[in-house]
Structure formats: C-alpha cells, structure tokens
C-alpha cells in the first residue's frame, strides 16, 4: 500500500456516506445564486466615458471619424481595453461566438439607449491577442493583511478544431488535443489568484514559480496534490516566501534527505508523519475516530497526515476547477496561443466577480 493514497479505501468508497452540510446564510447565498444569473447590465458614468480609447498623443492620433470606423483596422484601435473586456466577458460568460456575444452586447445598448458603438467580431478576434485582463490579486492584499493560504492544482482543457467534427461526423479516431489549465486559489476566500496555462507535456511543479510570481501579498501555505512533490517547488517557495509551510504528500517511492536526521526539511517532516514506523506518530496526531470496521495502517497514517497539516483544504480548489468547467465549459474556443491565455485571464475575472456576489457559509451536519 503506498504511504499516502490518492483515494482512502478504494475498494470500500462505495459504502462510505457522503459527508452532509448545512448552509448556515442561505437567505444571502440564495440572493447571490439569482444575482448571477440576472441580466441586469447598468453602465455607470465611468464605463460610459471610458468606452473609447483614448486619442493617441503621435501623429494620427486625432479623433476618428465615422466614415473611417468601417476600416477594420482603425475601428479596432478606436475602443478601449474596458470595452472588448466588457465583451469578452459576456462571450465567456454566456458561451457565445464573437458574433452572437457582438449581438447581445448590442441589443443591450440599444435596450438602455446609450450611444455607444459596439465592436464588431473581427474587432474582439483581434484585439483579443493583445488585451492586457486585469489580474486577479489577494482581495484584501495590503500592508496590515494577512498571508494567503495558497491552493494549486491543475486540470486539461479541450481544444476546438476539426478533431471533434471528424469524430462525431465520421467516427474518426483522432488524437485529441488539451491544455492544462494551473489555478492557484486563496484557501479563505475561494478566488482564483493566479493561473497559468501550458500545453499538455507541461508537469505540474514546473508551474509552482509562474504562480507565486502572481501572488502580490504574503503566503502562509503552499498546498498541492502528489505531482507537486519536487525539491524545485519546496526551493521555489523558500525562495519567495521563506516562512511559508509547503503542504504536498511525498509519493510513495519518497525517501528522506541526507540531512534528515540533524537538519530535517519541510519534506523530512512529511516523510516522517505518514510513515507508519510506530505508535509516536500515531500519539501525537492522535488516532481516528470510531469505525466499524478496522482501517489500515496506511490510510490510518495518511489521514492523520491530512488532518495535521491541513491538506484537506485542498478540496477547495477542486470546488473551483468544478466550477470553471460548469460556468464556463471543459474546451478553449480560441485558436491562438495569445487569445487562448487572454480567454482564461477573462474567465478567471467573471468568476471572481460572481464570486463577491455571495459564498455559503456552511457547517457539517453528518
């Protein structure tokens, strides 16, 4: 049995209850739920004169005018970066094509009766390469805040192209193509923080230093499943964050360093505590509750691990990742590598910001 299974009980899960919880603020989480899916659209003041851009201070930089707005290529310098990221989110939001998220968008400033031009689909395709999303940072980041307890995983994502058509056209076998996706996501708060996207030979721990980099404020913990057990990414927090705790479970075929005895590293301790060597480990981070049936030692160790050092809180960014795919979708619709990261970047926006409308506050019951 390894020392930390992916899965305690495998081949019992089946019998094992789901745990059950109790929303403890439903009346506000309730209100937040019907808030994400209204299509009340308001444009303060701000947004209405920042919708075109700003004149260019060299030559040609004089205001456009309407006979020369049909050339694709000045009509698209003549919008703001506020007005394709309004677009952008409502494509990613509403899954559309940039010629369906053009005609909602449309009908909604033709509904409020703003005079507002509205870019067109060549217009969102281009600028979509260039567009700088503003990055998703710790929500209370500051000098008196406290430091971030960090969540990393990773998940793939689907690319269209011809492969899906010929597969479900002709039956064609085809070698599909993904993307991973890394999201790192702030434990209190359930934002995503930070993310990155590689093609799919790209290993987890390779993107430990990506995502702290993104990371504004102080981090308290780095937690990661089994892939992100390397001495790159224990240096590559040390290195940004020297008091944080790194939180990974060592794979089975872990084995202490060679200073484990008189200078035990973070990863010496984890090797340490889901071991089962004897009873002192078992004492210190106390036995498991009552069952019914015996346990075996390695998921005994591992979950006493778990509870110790909070790997449990993983889960959180798994919730996250479940809701990407169901708000946003499994797949990439872009074609470029450049308008691929710009999707995610504005994905990741709309979900922090239905995010603030409301988070349960829950408590187990079972």
């Not at 004897?278 to 036995?287: L, W």
């Not at 499994?330 to 995610?344: F, G, K, M, P, S």
Request: hydrophobic share 40%; proline share 6%; aromatic share 6%.
């Amino acid at each position: 049995m390894p020392i930390l299974p992916f899965k305690l009980n495998p081949d019992r899960r089946r019998h094992i209850p789901r745990q059950r919880h109790r929303v403890t603020n439903w009346p506000a989480y309730d209100a937040s739920l019907r808030q994400r899916g209204s299509l009340t659209v308001w444009f303060i003041d701000d947004a209405i004169a920042g919708w075109a851009a700003e004149p260019r201070m060299t030559r040609g930089g004089q205001p456009l005018s309407a006979s020369l707005t049909s050339l694709r290529g000045i009509a698209a310098r003549w919008y703001s970066s506020l007005a394709i990221l309004t677009a952008l989110t409502i494509r990613a939001v509403f899954r559309l094509a940039y010629r369906q998220a053009e005609g909602l968008l449309g009908s909604i400033v033709g509904l409020l009766g703003l005079g507002l031009r509205v870019p067109d689909h060549t217009t969102l395709s281009q600028r979509a390469a260039t567009l700088e999303v503003p990055r998703p940072g710790h929500a209370d980041a500051g000098a008196g805040s406290e430091p971030m307890h960090l969540l990393v995983d990773s998940t793939g994502l689907k690319l269209c192209g011809k492969g899906e058509w010929l597969l479900e056209k002709h039956g064609t076998a085809t070698r599909r193509s993904w993307r991973m996706l890394h999201l790192g996501v702030d434990a209190e708060t359930g934002r995503i923080v930070a993310s990155t996207l590689t093609r799919k030979d790209v290993d987890d721990a390779s993107q430990a230093g990506p995502l702290l980099d993104q990371i504004a404020g102080a981090v308290a913990s780095f937690t990661g499943d089994g892939g992100y057990d390397q001495d790159r990414v224990y240096a590559g927090v040390a290195q940004r964050h020297p008091d944080a705790a790194v939180v990974v479970p060592p794979r089975a075929t872990a084995v202490p360093s060679e200073m484990a005895e008189s200078a035990p590293t973070q990863r010496d301790g984890h090797l340490q505590h889901v071991e089962p060597r004897g009873s002192p480990d078992i004492a210190e981070h106390g036995r498991l509750q009552a069952v019914s049936r015996p346990v075996p030692p390695g998921d005994r160790f591992a979950m006493a691990w778990q509870n110790a050092s909070g790997y449990n809180r993983r889960a959180r960014v798994e919730a996250a990742m479940n809701r990407w795919k169901q708000v946003i979708g499994d797949e990439l619709r872009a074609h470029t590598d450049e308008r691929r990261a710009t999707e995610v970047a504005v994905a990741v926006h709309a979900l922090n910001r239905m995010l603030d409308l409301g988070r349960p506050s829950y408590v187990r019951v079972a």
